[in-house]
């Protein structure tokens, strides 16, 4: 697919967005949402799946800046329109490009959008996946978007067969999440739930609360409890839907404003 068809799409709205719910262990309440690109819509309206057309983008450096800027601004705007909506604070998870935490503007461009569109910056999350490598740039615009405006930030996929425990010793991550292999091995795995304790206890004495993605069953989501997990995602929980089912999952689960959290 060539430059110009990925641009003129990412430049005409032609992104379609979806949302997945992160629960909050021990409340009863989701106001955490991953959003994401699902697809992408084609000059002839057909849909076009997100993946093939996002590995272009990341090997492209002027695309990357402008896929990242452009879906930063639509979820922001989207968060604000449900959370008004719902009468509730929702918070953004928001996957993120390495190269785009690396601009030099990007500290600068995050502080605009929570400027113009009013979320607070505290409910906006960058999720980093540990599989990405990051300079020392990226470092300090992230640590400087925590540290200076409050933003969260996430290092995701943790637990591959490349942890990037350097990583965690660079960024100010807030949360930890765990990659989903780990959910689709408990409880049954007695080694596997070991491990899965010992990390747990690594990111309390890091002060990152884990986060356990891929949460199939009961038995699962209960055993992440049970070890004092933070918050958990999957298809138990609720699987990747559009922003209007999404309305109403946020309708339903999410925390209205002042009451007690």
Known sequence: M????ISDMILNNAMVLQGQPKWTFGKNTCNTYEVFV?????????????????????????LT???????LWAAVRKTVEISKQANTNLTLSLNLLAKFAENE??????????????????????ELSELQTLNEQGCANLNKVHDELGVGLVMGNFGTD????????????DVLELDKRYAAMVPDNEQACRAVIAI???AETLNMPMCAKG???QEQFEFFEEIGAFKGQGSLIGSPM????????VARYALEKGHAK
């Not at 060539?2 to 068809?5: I, N």
């Open 2 to 5: 060539e430059y110009t068809v």
């Open 38 to 62: 699902s697809h992408f819509r084609g000059q002839d309206g057909n849909l076009l799946p997100s993946w093939p057309i996002l590995q272009i983008v990341e090997r492209d450096d002027a």
């Open 65 to 71: 800046q402008l896929f990242s800027i452009t879906m």
């Open 105 to 126: 503007h990007f500290v600068e461009q995050v502080t605009a959008c929570l400027a113009e569109t009013g979320l607070e910056a505290k409910r906006l999350h960058f």
């Open 162 to 173: 490349k942890t990037n425990v350097p990583l965690l010793a660079q960024v100010h991550f």
């Open 200 to 202: 747990q206890h690594m």
């Open 215 to 217: 949460i199939e069953t």
């Open 242 to 249: 559009t922003m209007e089912e999404l309305e109403g999952y």
